[in-house]
């Protein structure tokens, strides 16, 4: 992958965006998630570190049942994603848990505000309302651009 940022770094940026639209699409199980890859790169990347096209490193891992290539567009299951933010959203879970358990009176608070670009993930939405479903959960529509704003505010007042 440090190849690839360095030799083709517009590739690279297509693919981050792609995974940014994957973390705002993905729902529900059983689900099929298309992204589409730069094809031509990957390849050659394949072929140069391991000596096989971008197919085959595909078919023999062990997401080869998980991920199929149509042209230039992967499709994923979606449980693949699932499980790759679980892990993320298990953390994001247990800061909010530890960040209640220090506040006194964490039972009066009523509202989670979510802001930042994984407040965007649908996955960590649900979680979030599971986890707190006595709480209401807020996500703005542009929640990233919240967080922003929020910042240069706090700067320009001298937060704490």
């Not at 059983?30 to 000596?51: H, Q, S, T, W």
């Not at 358990?101 to 009523?110: E, F, I, Q, S």
């Amino acid at each position: 992958m440090q190849s690839f940022k360095q030799e083709a770094p517009d590739a690279n940026q297509a693919i981050i965006r792609e995974c940014e639209q994957i973390k705002r699409k993905v729902k529900g199980s059983g689900d099929k998630i298309e992204m589409r890859v730069p094809y031509a790169c990957l390849n050659n990347i394949c072929l140069k570190f391991r000596d096989e096209n971008f197919l085959s490193v595909i078919s023999t891992s062990k997401y080869g049942n998980d991920i199929s290539l149509k042209g230039e567009s992967l499709r994923i299951e979606a449980d693949i994603v699932h499980i790759l933010f679980k892990t993320t959203i298990d953390m994001i879970i247990a800061l909010i848990e530890d960040i209640f358990k220090g506040y006194k009176d964490a039972h009066n608070v009523t509202n989670i505000f979510m802001i930042g670009c994984l407040s965007e993930c649908i996955l960590v939405q649900e979680a979030v309302r599971q986890k707190f479903f006595r709480k209401s959960i807020i996500v703005p529509d542009d929640s990233y651009l919240a967080m922003v704003k929020g910042a240069v505010l706090c700067k320009r007042r001298f937060c704490q």
